[in-house]
C-alpha cells in the first residue's frame, strides 16, 4: 500500500510539474502566482480523475 500511495505521490509531482510548464508558457502575461494555482489545480484533478478510474478497474466497472 505504502508503495501504491508513493507511485501516486510521484506520478501527480510529475503531472504538476508538466502542467505548471504549460501554465506559465500559456499564461506569461497573467501574474506567475495565479498560474501556479492553476497548474496545482490542474494536477489535483488528473489525479483524482486516475484515483477514480482506478477504483472503477478494481471493482470491475471498467477495462
Not at 500500500?1 to 504538476?16: A, F, S, T
Request: charged content about 35%; some cysteine; hydrophobic content about 50%.
Amino acid at each position: 500500500m505504502r508503495q501504491h500511495i508513493l507511485k501516486l505521490r510521484i506520478e501527480w509531482c510529475r503531472i504538476r510539474e508538466a502542467f505548471w510548464g504549460i501554465a506559465i508558457d500559456v499564461l506569461r502575461n497573467v501574474n506567475a502566482r495565479l498560474a501556479v494555482k492553476a497548474a496545482d489545480r490542474w494536477a489535483d484533478a488528473w489525479v483524482t480523475r486516475l484515483l477514480l478510474e482506478e477504483r472503477l478497474r478494481d471493482a470491475g466497472g471498467t477495462e
